[in-house]
């Protein structure tokens, strides 16, 4: 009789401690998986071909948010922020249909195309000040661009050895 209740005692502690470390799966609801998305915790199962897309911001949009940078930077009067804005909207909209289009070689020549006619209806819209204080502006982007490729892609701490050389020089 005693082996009985030490066997039975002993299978229901067994029992008990199995059934302890059984996680409890159940569904995510709707707004859990909406807090979740582009989380990188372990309950997070997607790959990255899987993740859904930001919602892009329309052209107009856009060519709001860049004219009203202009505008401040610029000090445009209501008359040049308007047809500013108009002149935003048509090369944002432009520049969205040919990435709709998806072919690179004229992507890369149709915002070169964009660029310029921004910059000629720039130069009838703007005084001779705000057009240098622009073209400052474009300058300074310029030399950031120019600073991150004399990195030829490397970050901080990436692409050196153990010595810390270069790269290149190593090869």
Do not use: W
Request: hydrophobic content about 30%; overall charge positive.
């Amino acid at each position: 009789m005693k082996k009985t209740i030490i066997a039975s005692a002993v299978l229901l502690f067994t029992q008990i401690a199995i059934f302890a470390q059984t996680p409890v799966v159940t569904p995510p609801s709707d707004a859990s998986a909406q807090t979740m998305k582009g989380s990188r915790g372990k309950g997070n199962q997607r790959g990255k071909d899987q993740r859904e897309k930001q919602p892009t911001m329309t052209a107009a949009v856009r060519a709001v948010q860049y004219s009203n940078q202009l505008k401040s930077a610029l000090t445009l009067n209501a008359d040049q922020y308007q047809k500013v804005l108009a002149v935003n909207t048509e090369c944002i909209t432009r520049k969205d249909a040919m990435k709709g289009s998806g072919d690179k070689g004229a992507m890369k020549t149709g915002k070169s195309d964009i660029k310029a006619y921004r910059l000629g209806e720039y130069k009838k819209i703007f005084t001779a000040q705000q057009l240098t204080a622009y073209q400052n502006m474009n300058d300074d982007k310029g030399e950031k661009d120019d600073n991150n490729d004399e990195r030829d892609g490397r970050r901080k701490g990436k692409g050196h050895g153990k010595d810390g050389g270069d790269r290149k020089e190593n090869n």
